[in-house]
T-cell receptor, first 113, second 113 residues
Framework: DAKTTQPPSMDCAEGRAANLPCNHS???????VYWYRQIHSQGPQYIIH???NNETNEMASLIITEDRKSSTLILPHATLRDTAVYYC??????????????FGTGTRLQVTL | GAGVSQSPRYKVAKRGQDVALRCDPI?????LFWYQQALGQGPEFLTY????????KSGLPSDRFFAERPEGSVSTLKIQRTQQEDSAVYLC???????????FGSGTQLSVL
């Protein structure tokens, strides 16, 4: 799986949008971009994923550049409960075969009052 | 159950002792993954099952680590002759199929003294 680069930490004021960048310049055409987050003392939690189109769900939006070499996870109205480590992962997705997630060190997002 | 369940939540072992960590995946999930997470690091892949078949064990750090899933449901990760460097959080994840999103348990925190 392609490697990703994320800033080690970011701060965001509560109620503001949190924009978390990820660089994946060596991504292949058959690799998806996944985002997970890990709140202290819990296992990672799936947020969103995409291939080349922008995606939105009840948790977040994912913006992928046209060349697919970078992406941004957007939490539109951050709350204190969004304080966590956010992992950007690129993953080949096949049906019927193993497709593990390879985690990096992520971005530690601190949401403040 | 509602999610992936792991037990025990905490385990303290003396160096040289054998330990067994249990994972109850979400009912009906075919794929099961084990990860190891050292303090301050992202989770690292250990092994993967599809039903009862162990298809990938490339991440197991030594032959002291052994995992099984005999009936394609509950899985056990066994560590023999534990060493201090085995101290970590061990995470289990399951997914509906090989290419689907992973759901993680809260992990077992193993401390080897």
């Amino acid at each position: 799986d392609a490697k990703t680069t994320q800033p080690p930490s970011m701060d965001c004021a509560e109620g503001r949008a949190a924009n978390l960048p990820c660089n994946h310049s060596t991504i292949s055409g058959n690799e998806y971009v996944y985002w997970y987050r890990q709140i202290h003392s819990q296992g990672p939690q799936y947020i969103i994923h995409g291939l080349k189109n922008n995606e939105t769900n009840e948790m977040a939006s994912l913006i992928i550049t046209e060349d697919r070499k970078s992406s941004t996870l957007i939490l539109p109205h951050a709350t204190l409960r969004d304080t966590a480590v956010y992992y950007c992962i690129v993953r080949v997705v096949y049906t019927g075969t193993a497709s593990k997630l390879t985690f990096g060190t992520g971005t530690r997002l601190q949401v403040t009052l | 159950g509602a999610g992936v369940s792991q037990s025990p939540r905490y385990k303290v072992a003396k160096r040289g002792q054998d330990v067994a960590l249990r994972c109850d995946p979400i009912s009906g999930h075919v794929s099961l993954f084990w990860y190891q997470q050292a303090l301050g690091q992202g989770p690292e892949f250990l092994t993967y099952f599809q039903n009862e078949a162990q298809l990938d064990k490339s991440g197991l750090p030594s032959d002291r680590f052994f995992a099984e899933r005999p009936e394609g449901s509950v899985s056990t990760l066994k560590i023999q002759r534990t060493q201090q460097e085995d101290s970590a959080v061990y995470l289990c994840a399951s997914s509906l199929g090989a290419g689907e999103k992973l759901f993680f348990g809260s992990g077992t925190q193993l401390s080897v003294l």
